[in-house]
């Protein structure tokens, strides 16, 4: 079914926005009241916008969002969206390991960003690198063995 498939449509939606940390406006029936709300405000950042005026018109055509508002985007949210448009032209599969993909980008966002504290309030450098380490060995896994929505489990060996 692919891009036609809502429920699809909306978790890679939701994955896109996510990257710039407004993953919260989209759900997996579509845009939330706050994406809504959002849509209107003339206060949000010019990024914000664009990102969500093109969330709008691949839910439904209704964001009519200005090519040159691509220019406002972050290099690596953009690089994003490209590869999710490609992943569009290809099929469900392809846009299911899109999100994978977006998944993984997202943990690495997060543990170049984060600092993590311990019990007394102190940075945590070895928390730190576990959280990169995951981030890293998840898109090892994704690099060498394609995205998981994309392994499938091998038939058990029969026994004789």
Do not use: Y
Request: one cysteine or more; charged letters at 25%; glycine letters at 6%.
């Amino acid at each position: 079914m692919g891009w036609h498939d809502p429920k699809l449509r909306a978790q890679a939606i939701r994955h896109l926005l996510s990257l710039a940390h407004l993953g919260r406006l989209w759900d997996e029936r579509g845009p939330t009241p706050e994406a809504v709300a959002l849509r209107r405000s003339p206060d949000l950042p010019k990024q914000e916008r664009a990102l969500l005026e093109i969330a709008f018109d691949l839910w439904d055509g209704t964001g009519r969002a200005p090519l040159a508002n691509v220019a406002k985007i972050d290099t690596l949210i953009l690089h994003a969206l490209g590869e999710l448009l490609l992943a569009i032209g290809s099929g469900a599969s392809e846009i299911e390991g899109w999100c994978d993909v977006a998944l993984a980008a997202k943990l690495r966002a997060i543990a170049w960003t984060t600092k993590v504290k311990d019990a007394t309030g102190a940075e945590d450098p070895l928390a730190e690198d576990a959280l990169l380490e995951a981030a890293n060995a998840l898109e090892d896994l994704i690099e060498h063995h394609g995205p998981p929505s994309r392994r499938r489990a091998s038939p058990p060996e029969a026994r004789t």
